[in-house]
Nanobody, 116 residues
Framework: QVQLVESGGGLVQPGGSLRLSCAASGFTFSTYAMSWYRQAPGKERELVATITSTGGSTNYADSMKGRFTISRDNAKNTVYLQMSSLKPEDTAIYYC?????????WGQGTQVTVSS
C-alpha cells in the first residue's frame, strides 16, 4: 500500500535552513505529482508546494516563493523540500502528499519549529 515517510524536521533559528525528505513506496512514484503541505497549531492544513511527476514543473504558495524549493529524485522515490530564510510563522507540521484517483495519501508529518 501507499506509504509516505517524512524526515528532516527539527528546531531551527529564524533565518536558518532545513531540508525535509519524504520517502515513498507502494506506488509508481515517477508517475505521480507530489506535494508538501503544512499545518500550524490552530490553523487549517495549507499547500506549500507541488512538483510534477518528472520534476519539470513546480508551484509554490505565495508566502514560500523564493524561500522554499521542492525537488524529487525518482531513482530514490524521494521528494524533498529545501527551506531557507525560515521564519517563526513557518512553524508547523509538514506533510508529504500524493493524490491517486481523487484519494489523498499523507505521511505522518515532521515537526518544524522556528524559534530563537
Amino acid at each position: 500500500q501507499v506509504q509516505l515517510v517524512e524526515s528532516g524536521g527539527g528546531l531551527v533559528q529564524p533565518g536558518g535552513s532545513l531540508r525535509l525528505s519524504c520517502a515513498a513506496s507502494g506506488f509508481t512514484f515517477s508517475t505521480y505529482a507530489m506535494s508538501w503541505y503544512r499545518q500550524a497549531p490552530g490553523k487549517e492544513r495549507e499547500l506549500v508546494a507541488t512538483i510534477t511527476s518528472t520534476g519539470g514543473s513546480t508551484n509554490y504558495a505565495d508566502s514560500m516563493k523564493g524561500r522554499f524549493t521542492i525537488s524529487r529524485d525518482n531513482a530514490k522515490n524521494t521528494v524533498y523540500l529545501q527551506m531557507s530564510s525560515l521564519k517563526p510563522e513557518d512553524t508547523a507540521i509538514y506533510y508529504c502528499n500524493m493524490k491517486k484517483w481523487a484519494v489523498n495519501y499523507w505521511g505522518q508529518g515532521t515537526q518544524v519549529t522556528v524559534s530563537s
